[in-house]
């Protein structure tokens, strides 16, 4: 069965993610969900970041990619919606550890720091790996209670 991903960027994420699309699709064989932003006309992060979370909350995917200049406004809009757990990562070891011990459900990365080649090694070591669980479990669970007092 073929897996689906929601994807978003900005204008300053945009032209990284046609690329990541690209491979998302044809060396991975995923179907992806894109929604935006479709040129490099300025932007505003937050409005894409809520647009993958929507699709995470609501069921029609379970993992989302965002892309912005860094990764980090894209994952600080996404972490403050219900139920996201948004990866800002530069490095593999990260983008592994961070489904593996945190059940993160999007991953963030930034066109301004990371090439085309880091992009796809982020996205090949986030989607291969999958959540470890066990007292990983309860962690995930300590930190997603923190919505009901915080939020
Ligand atoms: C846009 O200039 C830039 O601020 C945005 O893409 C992102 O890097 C913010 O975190």
Not at 7 to 25: F, P
Not at 67 to 88: D, E, L, V
Not at 141 to 151: G, P, Q, R, V
Request: glycine share 10%; hydrophobic share 40%.
């Amino acid at each position: 069965m073929k897996k689906t991903i929601t994807i978003g960027s900005d204008h300053a994420g945009y032209a990284l993610k046609v690329k990541v699309i690209g491979h998302l699709k044809n060396d991975l064989g995923w179907d992806v969900i894109d929604v935006g932003t479709h040129d490099e006309s300025s932007c505003d992060y937050p409005d894409f970041a809520d647009a993958v979370c929507k699709n995470i909350q609501n069921g029609t995917t379970e993992l989302g990619i965002l892309i912005c200049g860094t990764g980090i406004g894209m994952s600080m809009a996404a972490n403050k919606h219900r139920g996201i757990r948004a990866a800002a990562c530069s490095d593999v070891f990260s983008a592994r550890l961070t489904r593996a011990h945190n059940n993160a459900n999007i991953l963030c990365f930034g066109e301004r720091v990371v090439g085309y080649g880091v992009a796809c090694d982020l996205v090949d070591a986030f989607l291969a790996t999958e959540f470890e669980g066990g007292k990983h479990q309860r962690r995930v669970e300590k930190m997603m209670a923190l919505e009901k007092t915080e939020f």
